[in-house]
């Protein structure tokens, strides 16, 4: 069993470093075809476990949306976030992807209050999650930022990469740098937000300089 689900993953996985090579030379269609390859064979092999027909589900799902197939691109994601709710072991950082992409859909779809619905929920995945690398936390809640930013809800995107950049905090390096560059671009866009947030470091001197 083993060894035909090592077999099985090597098999998509070739068809995944296809798509990917395909869409860099500029041929989408012919990386949607790759994926919808590695699903159908994800599919058919009983080996498969869930989080394997979830990930590559999820990548052809990425595909059309890439194509702006939105309604496929919906039906595959809600597929596999059945699948990955149905995990015995979670998977959160699939789970947080899977649900910023639909949130992301449904406000496309005009759907705003489900869109911030599927929001508040990856937040609550990354908020249980506490036995991840805070990186990958981090990484988690700038993604839900750039939703909550993509439909102007400056506040609330300001706040959870303030929450991303206090993760990052300790550790230093290129990670909060580019944390902090993007808590930078949003201050800008939502400027009427930019004095109520600030680091933990950043202690206020009491006397506003204005």
């Given at each position: 069993?083993?060894?035909?689900?090592?077999?099985?993953?090597?098999?998509?996985?070739?068809?995944?470093?296809?798509?990917?090579?395909?869409?860099?030379?500029?041929?989408?269609?012919?990386?949607?075809?790759?994926?919808?390859?590695?699903?159908?064979i994800a599919c058919r092999e009983p080996s498969a476990d869930g989080l394997l027909l979830a990930t590559t589900g999820m990548n052809l799902a990425g595909a059309h949306y890439y194509l702006e197939y939105y309604e496929a691109s919906e039906t595959l994601y809600r597929?596999?976030?059945?699948?990955?709710?149905?995990?015995?072991?979670p998977a959160p950082r699939e789970?947080?992807?899977?649900?910023?992409?639909?949130?992301e859909l449904r406000e496309l779809n005009g759907d705003r209050e489900a869109a911030?619905?599927?929001?508040?929920?990856?937040?609550?995945?990354?908020?249980?999650?506490?036995?991840?690398?805070?990186?990958?936390?981090?990484?988690?809640?700038?993604?839900?930022?750039?939703?909550?930013?993509?439909?102007?809800?400056?506040?609330r995107a300001l706040q959870l990469v303030h929450e991303s950049a206090l993760l990052m905090e300790e550790g230093g390096g290129e990670e909060l740098l580019l944390c902090l560059g993007r808590l930078a671009r949003?201050?800008?866009?939502?400027?009427?937000?930019?004095?109520?947030?600030?680091?933990?470091s950043e202690e206020p001197n009491g006397d506003s300089d204005s």
């Open positions: 069993m083993e060894k035909g689900r090592e077999f099985l993953r090597r098999r998509i996985d070739r068809l995944e470093r296809q798509a990917q090579r395909q869409r860099r030379l500029g041929l989408p269609h012919e990386a949607l075809k790759s994926l919808q390859q590695a699903f159908g597929e596999a976030l059945t699948a990955l709710e149905a995990l015995a072991e789970l947080l992807y899977c649900l910023c992409n639909l949130a911030l619905e599927l929001a508040r929920r990856a937040h609550e995945v990354v908020q249980q999650t506490i036995d991840a690398d805070p990186y990958h936390l981090a990484e988690g809640l700038i993604r839900i930022a750039d939703f909550y930013g993509s439909i102007e809800e400056f506040h949003l201050s800008a866009d939502g400027s009427d937000h930019r004095s109520e947030l600030r680091l933990d």
